[in-house]
């Protein structure tokens, strides 16, 4: 039972508990009286990477807000943000490879990008490599 001898659940729980993969001990409390405890533990870890996966779109493809709510709006908007995500991701890691170009974290490859303020090293990096691309498609 759970809760305090004033305020005490009228319900049975399960605790279930397992470790995960750095060896901690989790405990979960549950309702769910026809699952069992490995299928709990699978049920956890799937919600967890779903929750990861959500972390990572908020902080990586910039959606602040959905524009429709719709399956199809909803998929278009975030493929549109990964390809986004994937292009700048590109420029960055190929411009880092020239040789006169200082390093530069992706964030901050980001911001200047956006705000028109990337180093001249960096501009003729990125042109180059658009040009080689054009020349390898083409050629």
């Known amino acids: 039972m759970l809760g305090t001898p004033q305020k ?47 972390r990572w779109i908020k902080q990586n493809l910039n959606v602040p807000g959905l524009f429709g709510t719709a399956e199809n709006a909803v998929f278009n908007q975030l493929f549109a943000a990964l390809i986004t995500y994937v292009l700048l991701k590109f420029l960055h890691v190929h411009g880092s490879k020239e040789e006169n170009c200082k390093r530069m974290s992706f964030a901050g490859f980001h911001r200047l990008l956006l705000c028109d303020d990337l180093p001249i090293e960096w501009r003729i990096g990125v042109k180059g490599r658009f040009i080689k691309l054009e020349l390898y498609n083409y050629g």
Not at 39 to 44: G, L, Q
């Open 8 to 54: 005490q659940t009228k319900k049975r729980h399960f605790v279930v508990q397992f470790t995960d993969y750095e060896n901690k001990i989790l405990s979960f409390v549950t309702s769910l009286r026809n699952v069992t405890a490995e299928e709990i533990s699978n049920m956890y870890n799937s919600r967890w990477a779903i929750e990861t996966f959500f």
